[in-house]
Each structure stands twice: as C-alpha cells, then as structure tokens.
C-alpha cells in the first residue's frame, strides 16, 4: 500500500514541476514591429518594481496609415502601464494621440496582443518581435 502512495505522490509531483517548467515567463522589452510593418515601437521595463511597461515609437513606413503615424515617432505610446497578471498589463495607451485603457498580452516569446478601448470604441493591435 505505501508503494502505491509513493508511486502517486511522485506522479502529482512530476505532473506539478512539468506544469511550473511549462508556465515559461517572457520579457517585453525589445524592439517590436505591428503586424501590418507600418509603424516600430521600443519597449523597456520601468517604474519602481521594474515591471511597468514603456515604449515609445521609434519608426513609421511611407505608407498612409505611416504619414498619418509619424507625428508620433519619438513619444511615448506607453508610459508605466503597470503589470496586473502573468504576460499581463493594463493601463493607459497612446493610440495615434488617443489617450485610451488597454491591455497588452505578451502571448508568447515573439508576439504581443493589444486592445484599446474608449468607451465601446475598441482597437487592436499585434506586434512581432524585431530579432532578438
């Protein structure tokens, strides 16, 4: 009988550390282009814990949505959105001078979701991760 015990209490064990090895934690910051390519951004880590987000669009295309978009290269599209849950912020974003609240997902190591919203009006944006 105490085979058997130990035998499961290995296996729950087992089964909890491949759970926490799968759970892989990943950083925003880096260089990060929408999935559209016609705009750039940079986001660090900052505040005081060092897990607020902050970014900044550093590029914008020849395209007419990139005219419209390079009034905001070199200002804050970010600015200490603080972390709420794992891969997780929520806070206030600069969506083309449009102050609004949204979330940002990072959904895994190379692609991160955003969805603004002001009001009912809703956006969304996706951005890949420029090299490593």
Not at 18 to 32: C, F, L, M, V
Not at 85 to 103: A, C, E, I, P, S
Request: with cysteine; net charge positive.
């Amino acid at each position: 009988m105490n085979l058997v015990r130990i035998a499961l209490a290995t296996a729950a064990l087992s089964i909890g550390v491949g759970a926490a090895q799968a759970e892989r934690i990943y950083s925003p910051a880096g260089k990060w282009v929408t999935n559209g390519g016609e705009s750039k951004y940079e986001i660090s880590l900052c505040g005081k814990k060092g897990d607020a987000i902050c970014a900044r669009m550093f590029w914008a295309d020849d395209s007419s949505l990139g005219q419209k978009l390079k009034t905001y290269v070199g200002k804050d599209a970010m600015f200490e959105v603080p972390r709420t849950g794992n891969q997780r912020w929520y806070g206030k974003l600069d969506f083309q001078g449009n102050v609004v609240r949204g979330t940002l997902d990072l959904t895994d190591e190379n692609n991160i979701h955003i969805k603004g919203c002001n009001g009912a009006v809703c956006q969304t944006v996706e951005l890949i991760r420029i090299g490593k």
